[in-house]
């Protein structure tokens, strides 16, 4: 199945620029743009897309109160992605309590772009600010800590899962729980694959989702 994709930005290049990437994978369509905070409500009756890219600063609407106006419609709703320049945290909350699936910096690598839209179309949230995973520790937690998301997982597993969900390299998680990067590599595909999990970024969302990043 294509995943339909759209993006709202006033840059126009950018927005040129993304389509073209996104009409690069053979799993995905770009369907299309808006420039204006305003005119994303039309821009979704148009293009018809399963997520959106969003821009936070916009003229006529910022794209937070944006995201909370479309999503507050009842019907088809495409997931929204929040795409900022701006860094702080309090962005990322802002981001999430209003419907938002997923929150990138807009000087994020294509490849982490592509993996985030994916994911959240599959039902993820990914929060990757300025270092991936580097804010996501330290949002309040709102969601009750779900323990048996991770009952499958050995005392080793667990303790490598909660230090990759909070962004630590191989190296430091190797450092910090005294063990090789092999090692570290290999628990990694465990947890992954125990856990059904496609890549790293969606581990971090897993993690956020069943509130075991507190």
């Known amino acids: 199945m294509t995943v339909r994709v759209a993006i709202a930005d006033d840059e126009r290049l950018?927005?040129?620029?993304l389509g073209m990437l996104v009409d690069s994978q053979g799993d995905l369509e770009f369907t299309g743009a808006a420039h204006r905070g305003d005119e994303v409500e039309r821009l979704i009756e148009s293009a018809r897309p399963?997520?959106?890219?969003?821009?936070?600063r916009m003229p006529g609407l910022d794209g937070i109160t944006a995201t909370e106006a479309l999503l507050a419609v009842a019907g088809d709703r495409p997931r929204v992605i929040v795409l900022t320049t701006h860094?702080?945290?309090?962005a990322v909350q802002r981001a999430l309590r209003a419907g938002a699936r997923g929150f990138l910096m807009k000087d994020t690598t294509p490849e982490l772009l592509l993996a985030a839209i994916r994911a959240?179309?599959?039902?993820?949230?990914?929060?990757?600010?300025?270092?991936p995973t580097s804010l996501v520790r330290d949002i309040p937690a709102e969601?009750?800590?779900?323990?048996?998301?991770?009952?499958?997982?050995?005392r080793r597993e667990r303790e490598v899962y909660l230090l990759a969900a909070r962004g630590y390299s191989?190296?430091?998680i190797a450092a910090l729980a005294f063990i090789s990067e092999t090692t570290v590599k290999s628990h990694i595909s465990s947890v992954l694959a125990k856990l059904g999990l496609a890549s790293r970024l969606r581990l971090v969302a897993h993690a956020w989702e069943h509130g075991l990043l507190g």
């Open 143 to 154: 969601r009750p800590r779900d323990e048996a998301a991770i009952a499958a997982l050995s």
């Open 14 to 17: 950018f927005c040129s620029g």
């Open 170 to 172: 191989n190296a430091e």
């Open 50 to 56: 399963d997520v959106l890219l969003m821009d936070v």
């Open 120 to 131: 959240v179309h599959d039902g993820g949230t990914v929060v990757a600010p300025a270092e």
């Open 87 to 90: 860094r702080g945290e309090v």
